[in-house]
């Protein structure tokens, strides 16, 4: 990534994280605009939905790339969901219900692909029940490739009269897998849903999975129809705690399972083939839905993507591995990048080094001398671990990356 590349991401966080400013679809627009710099849409791999401050439950995702005439959502918010009474995620935006807020979005995204420009509105909304809400919404275009307009995400807040704007809790993620003790793994997870109250749609769906997962066992070991079909309906399951994060939570810690924010999938494979599953096979199952997911695979064409893939389930863990480590080692060219900048720098000043030889970056403890009101004492060189000291480097080069740009020197 460039220097100007990472000052840009910079300040579309900064400011989509700005707490001056209230409004959430404001918040998105600014960090849209700025995100793009000067090209006509921003990356949609640049964009973090978690980079807006309360975006999550308002926001909704629309996929134009397979049917631009019916995209599909590919995200939308527990406050919309709820407004809806039902999970819209990977359904065709044809199937959104009238009398809804998502409707409002059914009625104005050709505004967005017809400009090529962001839409925002505001209006007065009747739901079905006859109650009435004000409310603001955004939409805006990405690319993937920078040029084609082929993703919106958007943005509805809404008050009901006489109420307070509705907020929901910000999804998580996660998908699925296979093999011996399941019936047991599985039976274990299930008991201790039995005592989870207010998850009646999760959980039947949990059900359905895990009965699933006990058709792998009893099936022909060298049939892979069945587990390919258990796949499916964990990575299906994924998207349904996504929307429900409260729930997945609940569910989670009813079987003793933890979150994993670095392997989203594996707890949604525990739950569904069980703890005591032979964890080598979970750890395979969990990273092929991983690939799935990268590729953008939807509940529908999961099965076929890992079917057809070379090497099958192996295959796609292989794929899935090799684009980690590529990740890992853009992440050091970053590193690299920022040490660069720091290394042409100018020091403020200079101190005695008891450790020569040690690491070139270092981080410093230091104190404002309350005599004179202009100088800092150093009063010591902390043994930070390596990886806190590289995160700060980062962080220092993007400081320095950002005044530089704003004095015109970058």
Known sequence: MSHSELTTILEAETLAQDPAEERVTQRLRDYWNTLRGGQQFPSRANFRMEAVTGLGPHAFALDLAQDADDPVFRFVGKALTDDCGKDFTLKPLSAVPPHTLLAEVARRYTDVVDRKTPVEFAEEHVGADGSTALFRGAMLPFSEDGQTLDFIVGAITYKKKSSETTLAAVPAAAPAADTARA?????????????VSGLPRLSQSLEECQALAREVVQADSKSRETLYRALESAYAFYFECEADPEAYAELRTAAGIGLQIRAPFTPIVKLVFGIDYDKTRLSEYATALCYAHRNDRTAETVKSFIETHEGGIKGCVKAERAARRAEKGARRDDLEVARGLLRQTPAIGRI??????????????????????????????????????????????????????AAGAF
């Open 183 to 195: 019936d047991e793994g599985a039976a274990v997870a299930a008991s201790a849903v039995d005592h």
């Open 352 to 405: 005695p080094d008891a450790n020569p030889g040690k690491a070139e970056f270092v981080v410093m403890l230091g104190r404002r001398a309350m005599d004179d009101g202009a100088t800092i004492d150093v009063l010591r060189v902390l043994d930070e671990k390596r990886s806190a000291v590289e995160a700060i480097v980062k962080r220092t080069a993007k400081t320095i990356a950002k005044e530089l740009a």
